[in-house]
T-cell receptor, first 113, second 115 residues
Framework: QQQVKQSPQSLIVQKGGISIINCAYE??????FPWYQQFPGKGPALLIA?????SEKKEGRFTISFNKSAKQFSLHIMDSQPGDSATYFC????????????FGGGTRVLVKP | DTAVSQTPKYLVTQMGNDKSIKCEQN?????MYWYKQDSKKFLKIMFS???????INETVPNRFSPKSPDKAHLNLHINSLELGDSAVYFC??????????????FGPGTRLTVL
């Protein structure tokens, strides 16, 4: 049972384009929704995060949109750069379960120059 | 450097062997985690410890046993290794919320290959 579903599995975008990754969750006990970025051979690193009382959060070229009623959230990468090529994971935290993070399946993003 | 470190980075072993992976963090965090990332990149929590106390214990075979000698270290011992244990194992740490940000800091990973 996958509690956080992520799509697409992979994405190719031209330099300067917009990358969009979508996630959907089931558990209404989730209270915090981070996105992690992972480069090959490295551990994941926090990119940006949002709480369910906010509909949008923007940090530089990265924006999270959050729809609490639909239990969906998405990451938009504006003006995509070759250096953004990585695997992106959405996640959802269950604070009462020991701050447990449940990750989506990941999206491999390739930005072509 | 302040970070989460793991040893070894690569581990190649035969089926049936017992092996350990070590993790240390010098970030002063009170919670540490073990994750397994399979060949399809799926990342799943295995265990977490808070101040040496087991907090999260997911459904993993009891061949896997975490040990936390102190809050800066969390080791993972695996008995009777099986082919399906081949994966990348990540250690992570966290320290509550800081300015409404909850962040887990991940180590570089240990790639385990069971032959």
């Amino acid at each position: 049972q996958q509690q956080v579903k992520q799509s697409p599995q992979s994405l190719i975008v031209q330099k300067g384009g917009i990358s969009i990754i979508n996630c959907a969750y089931e558990n209404t006990a989730f209270d915090y929704f981070p996105w992690y970025q992972q480069f090959p051979g490295k551990g994941p690193a926090l990119l940006i995060a949002i709480r369910p009382d906010v509909s949008e959060k923007k940090e530089g070229r990265f924006t999270i949109s959050f729809n609490k009623s639909a239990k969906q959230f998405s990451l938009h990468i504006m003006d995509s750069q070759p250096g953004d090529s990585a695997t992106y994971f959405c996640a959802a935290r269950h604070k009462a379960a020991g701050n447990k993070l449940t990750f989506g399946g990941g999206t491999r993003v390739l930005v072509k120059p | 450097d302040t970070a989460v470190s793991q040893t070894p980075k690569y581990l190649v072993t035969q089926m049936g062997n017992d092996k350990s992976i070590k993790c240390e963090q010098n970030l002063g965090h009170d919670t540490m985690y073990w994750y397994k990332q399979d060949s399809k990149k799926f990342l799943k929590i295995m265990f977490s410890y808070n101040n040496k106390e087991l907090i999260i214990n997911e459904t993993v075979p009891n061949r896997f046993s975490p040990k936390s000698p102190d809050k800066a270290h969390l080791n993972l011992h695996i008995n009777s290794l099986e082919l399906g244990d081949s994966a990348v194992y990540f250690c992570a740490s966290s320290q509550g919320e800081r300015g409404q940000i909850f962040e887990q800091f991940f180590g570089p990973g240990t790639r385990l290959t069971v032959l």
